[in-house]
């Protein structure tokens, strides 16, 4: 049981890595809300497995919040956004994907050599979510960095959220109350967010960030 | 007892700060904020000098529900701290007297009245401070209120720079003082002074303890190369203020000073001395040297505010060399010149700030060439002011004298030291302190000469009036204990006998009991001083020449033209000047110290325009240490100001980058 238990939450760690390069890959958006929504349904089952073998019931509701809030209902949020806006569909990278995605498993590689020798007293299962949950955080900030689109870096800030659960989750213990008020903030960011693309997009006729880094008198 | 009332004092005090920011517009406040400042100064000058005099040996305390929760505020009142209650509340009992009379001319008093009770507390709960937690609080608590007074006149030209410069060395010095206690309390944090005494530092330690000490308390007292602010500060503030600042002050960063190093840090090593009375020795040469070329009266006078600290630390790090080789009487013989000296300058200062004070109330100048023959207009001040110059001078007989020549006694025990280091240290530094007493008088001959005599340069002067009867009350009591002090030493060598026997467990013998009044610091066979026999023979003698002069020379008739004191032209233009009293000391000293550059034109001959005289200095201490820092933080705020046009993505990858770097650090680390 312990075996097998330790194997698939480190399959939905290890798919949760991959789907963030899967992320970074992605220039398009329709798809790019699609792969985060998998993004988010990969937590949730990681969540859920880890409520069964923590025997811990409150990490369902977790589960639940994730699933609902960052599978269903922001990537709908998000496509009726792009819709209404008639925003262009496709997003421009700072760099290439192909140096981008080398730069992002030189962060894999960086995550996991910093986290197993300081973990090495912590438990096997908690040593390796660890790595891999800052393997995600890092990933979340490389494309908040290298996207000029103000919605895929909305999805590469969530996609850092995701990390934190992920790693909260691994360590056994975090109270409710920290999920569900982590899940609200998220809620009110989406809000925050879709207001502040309206004005973006009423203000200066593009979803590029780029216009309004030129409106402030920043370096072109 | 005592201590209780001291802190009634405090409360009244702070009382008095609020209901004076209430009563700010009346002008029945400054009456009041005064009054209930000299009634407080008095009664905690009382009860501390009972303490001293009465029950010396012995210490009270008292706990405070106030400050950090469950921790409260400590006091204690040993022998030292009511020898600088006496320093702190003396001056606070004059200069609120002085107050009585000058401020009623101040022309923004809500900017001075709530400050000034609230400014006194500060310095009196520092010396009652017994955890570090108080004592820091306090302290900052003082250098606050100070800044805010020296702030009072912000509008005149250089005050905002003065009190900006002020700030930011009062922080510097505080910082390093967190530190200092921060070190001592070690790893337990054990932050009660109890505690900290029980425990003693590593060596390595206690050196770094001794360095911040003297940083953190050097800053605030002005020792070289830290005393930038001062010169600047103190003038700035109204005088009976800046009384305080030089006089008392710089005496509560003494306090600080000789509680960290001699009560808290346990024994000294003997290099300490040698630290410290380098650093003594330059800034008393160096504070006079400065004091020298000013033409401000004021600034003058904060100058002499550090070569006279400077003269305090040559003491204590005798003091400090003499304890390290457990030669303890004579390291008792330091502390108390160096204590003594505390007492006399505060004493002192505050006299002659009082008294430039008056001279810039009658004249609105503080610039000496634009001052001179004030001694016909103002003669009770100027014979105040000259008591008091003859005092700083170390002219016996007064006080200023008697604590000097202490110091060099405990000098001259000096080839009794076994290090050659010392043995070569301190007959310098005691060449250093009679250049500074030689020079400190050439710089009041200048000073007083000025201000004082000759012709008045201005209309100013020419009109001034002698100042108010209260301010003149301020002045003599201090005129009167300087005497005192000067004639009748024995009895103030006595009185600071408990706090050497607390800091050093040792003691002069007993003073008062000699006969005749005389002092033997040492033994009869080496040396001895009786001030009342001088004061008799200065006396008789200044009488006796009087009297021969008017009873022999005067009679005899003479018709000649009246001597025209050797300037045939009237005009007060070309008198002897400030100026030219100290160019010959500057052409010896000031091509080093002030890389002064003197530069004469004189037209050819036929032409008409007027010969010109230029000179220049510099500040050597501002351009080697100051002006490198100053120019280092302008660099970085220049590139950094850069930083705040930055776009969203750049400041993203500005985190992410310094996150990838700190991990790739923690990652090759382990």
Redesign the interface.
């Known amino acids: 049981m312990d075996r097998l238990a330790l194997d698939v939450a480190h399959l939905f760690a290890g798919g949760l890595v991959l789907v963030s390069f899967m992320l970074l890959y992605q220039d398009r958006m329709f798809g790019l809300l699609n792969i985060f929504a998998l993004h988010a349904l990969v937590v949730s089952l990681s969540v859920a497995w880890q409520a069964h073998i923590q025997s811990a019931p409150h990490l369902y509701i977790t589960a639940g919040i994730a699933l609902v809030v960052k599978a269903i209902i922001i990537p709908v949020a998000l496509r009726r956004i792009i819709v209404r806006l008639g925003i262009h569909r496709t997003i421009d990278t ?1 760099g290439g994907i192909g140096q981008t995605m080398l730069a992002g498993i030189g ?1 894999v590689a ?2 996991i ?2 986290m197993l ?2 973990t090495a007293e912590a438990g096997t299962l908690t040593r390796e979510d660890l790595a891999f949950s800052l393997s995600v955080i ?1 990933l979340g ?2 494309m ?2 290298s996207r ?1 689109n103000a919605v895929s870096q909305i999805i590469g800030f969530m996609s850092i959220e995701n990390g934190l659960i992920l790693a909260a989750t691994a360590a056994k213990g975090m109270p409710l109350v920290v999920e569900i008020s982590v899940a609200f903030s998220i809620v009110i960011a989406l809000i925050v967010i879709g207001i502040f693309l309206f004005r973006i997009r009423e203000n200066f006729d593009t979803m590029d ?1 780029h216009a ?2 030129r409106f ?4 072109p | 007892m005592a201590l209780t009332i001291v802190l009634s004092c405090v409360a009244v005090l702070l009382g008095t700060s609020a209901l004076a920011v209430a009563g700010a517009r009346s002008s029945l406040t400054s009456f009041f904020v005064y009054g209930v400042a000299l009634a407080a100064g008095a009664c905690a000058l009382g009860a501390a000098g009972a303490m001293l005099v009465i029950a010396p040996g012995s210490a009270q305390t008292a706990q405070l529900p106030i400050g950090l929760p469950w921790l409260g505020a400590h006091f204690r009142l040993d022998a030292l701290a009511a020898l600088f209650l006496v320093v702190i509340n003396l001056g606070s009992f004059t200069s609120s007297l002085y107050g009585l009379g000058y401020g009623r001319h101040e022309s923004s008093p809500g900017r001075v009245l709530p400050f000034f009770p609230a400014f006194l507390a500060g310095m009196n709960l520092v010396v009652l401070a017994d955890d570090a937690f108080t004592f820091l609080l306090t302290w900052e608590f003082m250098s606050l209120t100070s800044w805010a007074l020296v702030m009072a006149h912000h509008r005149e030209r250089d005050n905002a720079r003065a009190g900006y410069i002020y700030l930011i060395m009062a922080s510097f010095g505080t910082l390093a003082l967190l530190l200092t206690f921060g070190l001592l309390a070690g790893p337990n944090g054990g932050y009660a002074f109890d505690a900290i005494r029980a425990t003693t530092p590593s060596a390595g330690l206690s050196a770094a303890v001794l360095t911040l000490a003297l940083i953190g308390a050097g800053s605030k007292a002005g020792l070289v190369p830290l005393h930038v602010w001062l010169p600047l500060a103190h003038p700035a503030a109204p005088s009976h203020v800046s009384a305080l600042m030089s006089g008392v002050m710089t005496k509560v960063a003494v306090y600080g000073f000789v509680r960290i190093v001699f009560d808290l840090l346990g024994p000294p090593q003997w290099w300490w001395g040698a630290v410290v009375l380098t650093l003594g020795g330059i800034s008393a040469v160096l504070g006079v040297l400065y004091a020298l070329m000013q033409h401000d009266l004021k600034r003058l006078l904060a100058y002499h505010t550090v070569e006279n600290i400077g003269i305090i630390f040559i003491g204590l790090g005798l003091a400090l060399a003499f304890r390290a080789n457990d030669m303890r009487a004579a390291a008792a013989l330091a502390l108390t010149a160096a204590l003594f000296h505390v007492f006399n300058h505060s004493v002192f200062k505050s006299l002659l700030f009082f008294g430039a004070g008056a001279v810039l109330g009658a004249t609105g100048e503080r610039d000496m060439e634009h001052l001179g023959g004030l001694i016909h207009r103002m003669p009770l001040t100027a014979i105040a002011f000259l008591a008091g110059s003859t005092a700083i001078s170390a002219l016996p007989p007064f006080n200023g004298f008697v604590s000097e020549w202490l110091t060099f006694q405990a000098i001259l025990l000096s080839p009794q030291l076994p290090q050659w280091l010392l043995k070569f240290i301190v007959p310098a530094a005691g060449a250093m302190l009679a250049l500074s007493a030689a020079l400190a008088a050439g710089c009041f001959v200048k000073a007083f000469g000025a201000t004082f005599l000759g012709r008045p340069r201005r209309s100013v002067a020419q009109n001034a009036q002698e100042t108010d009867a209260w301010s003149l009350a301020a002045m003599f009591i201090l005129v009167l204990l300087c005497l005192v002090a000067g004639i009748l030493p024995g009895y103030f060598i006595d009185a600071l006998a408990p706090v050497t026997q607390l800091l050093l467990d040792a003691r002069l013998a007993p003073q008062a009991q000699l006969r005749w009044l005389t002092i033997v610091p040492i033994a009869a066979s080496r040396s001895s001083y009786n001030g009342l026999l001088l004061f008799v023979l200065v006396a008789a003698a200044g009488w006796l020449g009087a009297y021969v002069i008017h009873r022999w020379a005067s009679h005899a008739l003479r018709r000649a033209a009246a001597w025209d004191c050797g300037f045939p032209d009237a005009r007060p233009v070309t008198q002897y000047t400030a100026g030219s009293f100290a160019q010959p000391i500057r052409r010896v000293f000031g091509g080093f110290a002030f890389r002064a550059h003197e530069q004469v034109y004189i037209p050819p001959p036929g032409q008409i325009q007027p010969a010109q005289f230029h000179l220049s200095m510099r500040d050597l201490v501002w351009d080697v240490l100051y002006a490198p820092i100053e120019g280092v933080v302008n660099f970085a705020a220049d590139r950094l100001n850069q930083v705040q ?6 400041y ?2 500005m ?2 980058g310094s ?2 770097l700190l ?2 650090v ?2 090759v680390w ?1």
């Open positions: 700072v962060l960086l995550s050599m910093v020798p300081i890092l900030l490389l908040m960095i000029r960030v309004l880094e402030r008198g920043g370096q | 046009s930055w776009t969203i993505r750049a993203l990858t985190v992410f996150v990838v991990l790739m923690l990652a382990h």
